[in-house]
């Protein structure tokens, strides 16, 4: 739960970091031909 905006700024770094260690994550998801977005 965030309670101040410091809270929401480390809860959104950390987030980023994460994503930026997992980008196989990110790309297999984008990636995926059964999302509705792709196609339109």
Do not use: C, K
């Not at 980023?16 to 509705?36: C, M, Y």
């Amino acid at each position: 739960m965030i309670t101040s905006v410091s809270d929401l700024y480390s809860n959104a770094l950390t987030a980023l970091r994460r994503l930026q260690e997992n980008s196989a994550l990110v790309i297999g998801f984008f990636g995926d031909p059964h999302l509705a977005y792709i196609g339109w």
